[in-house]
T-cell receptor, first 114, second 114 residues
Framework: TQLLEQSPQFLSIQEGENLTVYCNSSSVFSSLQWYRQEPGEGPVLLVTVVTGGEVKKLKRLTFQFGDARKDSSLHITAAQPGDTGLYLCAGAGAGGTSYGKLTFGQGTILTVHP | DAGITQSPRHKVTETGTPVTLRCHQTENHRYMYWYRQDPGHGLRLIHYSYGVKDTDKGEVSDGYSVSRSKTEDFLLTLESATSSQTSVYFC?????????????FGPGTRLTVT
């Protein structure tokens, strides 16, 4: 069974601060996705990283995939109240026929105060 | 928008009654998934499908069954609902071949078992 440990579980910060969310595993993943979810809605895909060491940027969000493809991080620069939400990492299994199944971390609830 | 709808969006039912949730997609994607979301657990896979009449169990399949008689519909049935099945249920599809596991989610069904 592949597990993803996401930390921190809760994050409460002031507008303008920077933050980093971590996603760690002892397993290798073929790809890793980050999702954002708002109350009452389904998760929305933010980014997919597939190559070890890969860095992707989405405006103020920077995503990194670890060299060994076992971990990932999400860094937000100058957080804004609109960034508030639940952030989820999810890994796709390495090797074999996975049928696109994902393993999700527990999620990080981010609150950005004005 | 991946054209995914779920019905009903909200349901309250009594312990011991059968319940069926429906997921409908409009784009003929091969892979479909049912998850449940509970606080502190992220998203957990219940069942998934890799084609018409091709389904398999996820990590939390006990008490649930699924059927997929058409590409566009994936049904989740709780044969005899229990209070532990109170949760938010999400359906998802995987685009393309599913290799990279990029999933797109429906809006969710909030189920309360009293």
């Amino acid at each position: 069974t592949q597990l993803l440990e996401q930390s921190p579980q809760f994050l409460s910060i002031q507008e303008g601060e920077n933050l980093t969310v971590y996603c760690n595993s002892s397993s290798v993943f073929s790809s890793l996705q980050w999702y954002r979810q708002e109350p009452g809605e389904g998760p929305v895909l933010l980014v997919t990283v597939v190559t070890g060491g890969e860095v992707k940027k989405l405006k103020r969000l920077t995503f990194q995939f670890g060299d060994a493809r076992k971990d990932s991080s999400l860094h937000i620069t100058a957080a804004q109240p609109g960034d508030t939400g639940l952030y989820l990492c999810a890994g796709a299994g390495a090797g074999g026929t996975s049928y696109g199944k994902l393993t999700f971390g527990q999620g990080t609830i981010l609150t950005v105060h004005p | 928008d991946a054209g995914i709808t779920q019905s009903p969006r909200h349901k309250v039912t009594e312990t011991g009654t059968p319940v069926t949730l429906r997921c409908h997609q409009t784009e003929n994607h091969r892979y479909m998934y049912w998850y449940r979301q509970d606080p502190g657990h992220g998203l957990r896979l219940i069942h998934y499908s890799y084609g018409v009449k091709d389904t398999d169990k996820g990590e939390v399949s006990d008490g649930y069954s699924v059927s997929r008689s058409k590409t566009e519909d994936f049904l989740l049935t709780l044969e005899s609902a229990t209070s532990s099945q109170t949760s938010v249920y999400f359906c998802a599809i995987s685009v393309g071949t599913g290799e990279w596991g990029e999933q797109y989610f429906g809006p969710g069904t909030r189920l309360t078992v009293t």
